[in-house]
Each structure stands twice: as C-alpha cells, then as structure tokens.
C-alpha cells in the first residue's frame, strides 16, 4: 500500500496522473486561494488514506489522451484518492470545505443567538418563547453564555448567565434576580450535547450542511459585509431549512439561520454578530457565586457518564417504578408528576418516602433518584449526535420480551449493539439485527 507521507504529494499525485507542469502551475494557484481546503486534505489524508498502487498505472493508461486528462484531474485527485464526498465548491469559488478547515483553527469567538418558538406545544396550548443570549467560546476554558428569556408579554421572565467548563468537568447557572444557583458535576461532558454540555456551533452547522445537498444562493450583503450563502432544506416529517451566510474575504461565517416546523409548533433560531479569534480572559469563566445565593431545586449536583451500562441502570429504574419502559426518552414534565401515576409497590414506596417533604427537598431527592434515567437520557443524545443509527422501542417492547430489540446503535461498518427487553446486552451483526427488527410488535 502506498501512503500520503512527503508534503508535497498532492503536487506529485497530479503530476503522475497529468504529466503536465502548465496543469501543475495551475493547481499550484488553486492551493495558493485555498490554504485551508489543503491544510485540511492533506491532514485527512495523512491520517487516513491509502492508495493502491496499481490502479495509478491504469489512470496513466486512460488518462493519455489530452482531452480527458485535464478534464478528469482534479476529480480524480480529490474524489478518487481524497475520497471526500462532500467537496463541493459554488461558482464564485467559494469551498464549504474550506471554510470549515478555516473555523476549525479558531480558538475564541463571540456571537449572539436569537430564538423563538411559537404554536402549538399540545392541542390547544399555545406557545409563545423567545430568548436571546450572547455567547463566549473559547477551546481552552470552555462557554460563558448569558441569556434572556422573555415572557409572552415581553417582560423579563428569566435572566442567568451559563457556565461550561470542560475541563472541571462542571456547569455552572447563577441567577441574579433569584439570588440563586446551580453546579452539576459531570463524570463525562462530551461536546455538543444541547442544554448541557459544551456545544461546538463552530463546526456543527457546516458538516451538517456539508453531509447533505446543499445549493448556493450567490452573493449578497449581510450587516454590511459581502457574502455567500448556502442552504439546506429537508422534509423527514419536520420540514426546516438551514442557511448559513460567509464572509466572501475571511471564508468565515457571518451569519447562520435555522427554520423548522415541530408538528405545530415553529422554531426560529438565528445567530450573528460573530467574533473570531477573540482574546479571552480566564477571569471571564471564573464564575462568583454570592454567599447569600441559594441552590436551584430539583438540579442535580452529579450527572452520570453517558455509557452503555448507565443507560441500562435507567432502563430498569423506570421498568421498576412503572412496569414498563417509557414510550420516549426525553420529556418536560416533573417528575413528582409522573410518579404520582405510578401504581407498582418501589413507587409506593417512593411516594411515602416524600411524603412530608417540601417542593424542594421533594425536587432534590427526585433529582437524586432519577440520576440514572438521565444518564440513559444523555446516551440516547449522544448517540445520535454521533450518527450511530440508534433506535429505541419502549412504546411496544416490554420488560417479559427477553428475546426483542429495545435499543440499539451501530458500532461498526456491519455490527450493532443491542440492548434487549430483559435488559441483557449483546453485538449482533447488520443481518441478524434487521431479522430482530422484523419480529417486533407492531
């Protein structure tokens, strides 16, 4: 196997393929106006391609005629031995590639996010939500977020500034106006994970754009700055576009908007006004928290690690206190709620452990109890962050079905994890897991 090791092996790679120093001159140019696409092509490729060295004979061979060599070169050194499939670059030159490769050697930056949610969130419940919120991100110390939530009427309802510290492995809410806080510690706090963790929108929304079809919308003015724009739309269920505007000179994003429907309910999210490569002060991500401050019920002070085994310590705790799995595995009700349906003897006895408590020690203890639903919680996030083809079934399959698929996730190119209804675990391969899902209820 022949390896990318020399430097310059995309100038030999064409050169082998062409054979002709003018078509060199001429990527020598190409690479010259896009520093960041072959910063970024020639770390991928040296970490991971491998070129068989025989077919690079045949290339020579087809290649000789004029005609097709020039034409074919650049796609076949990009495509062929890059094997990127999402390299696309718009008319007016302008690689989402390369600006990905850009903002992925920024190491601060500012922005400010605006969302509304407006609807339906039940029949006949009406929502009406809008936040704002100004952001601090930096790859060493983590994200400094102070937001606004507004209510219906436009007075302020909610003010607290967020802190994601990495490596403390903490979150940290200071609300001001209630003189109150909140720190949770983290066995595990991977990136992002939305609400919780450190989120990273520096990357997120171009690979997502970049992994699916795209069109360019040309050039145009946004906040005075000339720039391209690229959208995404999509229809699964929940129709949306995603748009993302970039500075035509610094390849870096001005400006990103979001549009989706949730049933009936509408999500706007924008954010602007961004700031790259901002110096940052460590002071900025040392919160103080006021000795007369008092902690926020019902947050807990550790979340579990998102892993395998404290997702199954979360599916038998809800199996215990209800008989059954839950139907879905994210919700916004409280807790003390839910539980006051449940009719099996550990949630008698949880209920009588309550009894007598306040709303708050009730919300701490529940808080406390349920650490391992919210660990499975954070898994199920992090596997579809990650792409890992996940699924679960707790709306038809139950604790008595030992041999059916509750939950699982791809692990490999043919092999899944599988996680059963009695709660036993094993890896299956792509085919046996297809045969698994065929036999579930419907």
């Not at 991928?44 to 070169?73: D, E, F, G, Y």
């Not at 709620?337 to 020690?361: C, N, S, V």
Request: aromatic share 10%; charged share 30%.
């Amino acid at each position: 196997m022949e390896r990318f090791e020399d430097k310059n092996w995309l100038d030999d790679a064409l050169a082998r393929v062409i054979g002709s120093e003018k078509s060199t001159a001429d990527f020598e140019k190409w690479k010259q106006d896009h520093p960041g696409a072959v910063e970024m092509l020639t770390s991928r490729a040296h970490r991971t391609t491998q070129i068989p060295a025989r077919p690079l004979n045949v290339w020579r061979i087809i290649m000789k005629s004029p005609v097709t060599k020039l034409a074919v070169a650049a796609v076949v050194i990009i495509a062929c031995l890059i094997g990127l499939s999402f390299w696309r670059t718009s008319g007016s030159g302008i690689a989402l590639a390369d600006v990905l490769a850009r903002i992925e050697q920024v190491k601060a930056y500012r922005y400010k996010q605006s969302v509304t949610i407006t609807g339906e969130e039940t029949p006949g419940k009406p929502i009406n939500y809008e936040e704002h919120a100004t952001d601090l991100i930096s790859e060493e110390h983590g994200r400094k977020s102070v937001r606004q939530v507004l209510d219906p009427n436009g007075g302020e309802s909610w003010f607290g500034e967020e802190y994601y510290l990495p490596q403390k492995k903490t979150k940290i809410v200071i609300m001001p106006k209630q003189k109150k806080y909140a720190r949770t510690e983290f066995e595990d706090m991977f990136v992002r994970v939305a609400g919780e963790e450190l989120e990273n929108p520096r990357t997120s929304w171009i690979k997502e754009i970049l992994e699916s079809k795209y069109e360019s919308l040309g050039r145009s003015t946004v906040d005075g700055i000339e720039v391209e724009g690229f959208q995404k739309r999509w229809d699964e269920g929940n129709p949306g576009v995603s748009t993302i505007w970039v500075d035509v000179k610094t390849r870096l994003p001005v400006r990103y908007e979001e549009d989706n429907m949730h049933g009936k309910m509408r999500t706007r999210i924008a954010q602007y006004d961004f700031q790259w490569d901002v110096p940052v002060d460590a002071a900025e991500f040392e919160p103080v928290i006021p000795d007369d401050y008092t902690r926020i019920a019902g947050i807990p002070v550790k979340m579990l690690a998102a892993t395998e085994e404290n997702a199954i310590k979360g599916l038998k705790l809800y199996a215990d206190l209800s008989g059954h799995y839950r139907e879905t595995l994210f919700w916004k009700h409280k807790w003390s709620e839910e539980i006051e349906k449940m009719d099996t003897p550990a949630a008698k006895r949880l209920k009588e452990e309550l009894k007598g408590l306040t709303e708050d020690e009730k919300a701490d203890r529940l808080a406390d109890i349920m650490l391992p639903f919210n660990g499975l919680c954070r898994f199920c996030i992090r596997l579809i962050r990650e792409g890992k083809d996940s699924a679960y079934y707790g709306k038809t399959v139950t604790p008595k079905d030992a041999d059916k698929v509750l939950m699982r996730w791809k692990v490999s190119d043919n092999e899944y994890r599988v996680i059963y209804g009695d709660l036993h675990a094993e890896t299956v391969t792509s085919e046996k897991l297809a045969e698994l899902e065929a036999g579930l209820p419907k």
